[in-house]
Nanobody, 124 residues
Framework: QVQLVESGGGLVQTGGSLRLSCAAS????????MGWFRQFPGKEREFVAT????????HYADSVKGRFTLSRDNAKNTVYLQMNSLRPEDTAVYFC?????????????????WGQGTQVTVSS
């Protein structure tokens, strides 16, 4: 079993930045891809970003490309989502997840473990 704890969410103004962290415990995830998804009120969860097992490959949703950066520190079993130039349409609950594979994955079915989510609110 893997437990994931997200942190770093909060309220920020348009154009501001936030850094989300996701710490994994229970077992090492250094050989597994990790990702972030987000969910808007009343909508399905959508893909945001994913990173492969060693951090060498990342993939982003078009809506965040150039603004968000995903990185990982396998020594700390932690991934970081740096979010810059935030927009009101980025307001959502952000979920961290661990994949069952080592390569990048943008679909929910590739992920086994999920965090509880952290709220990000961007005011206009």
């Amino acid at each position: 079993q893997v437990q994931l704890v997200e942190s770093g969410g909060g309220l920020v103004q348009t154009g501001g930045s936030l850094r989300l962290s996701c710490a994994a415990s229970g077992r090492a995830v250094s050989r597994l891809a990790m990702g972030w998804f987000r969910q808007f009120p009343g909508k399905e969860r959508e893909f945001v970003a994913t990173i492969n097992w060693n951090g060498g490959i990342t993939h982003y949703a078009d809506s965040v490309k150039g603004r968000f950066t995903l990185s990982r520190d396998n020594a700390k079993n932690t991934v970081y989502l740096q979010m810059n130039s935030l927009r009101p349409e980025d307001t959502a609950v952000y979920f961290c997840a661990v994949a069952r594979v080592g390569y990048v994955a943008s679909v929910e079915s590739a992920y086994t473990y999920w965090g509880q989510g952290t709220q990000v609110t961007v005011s206009s």
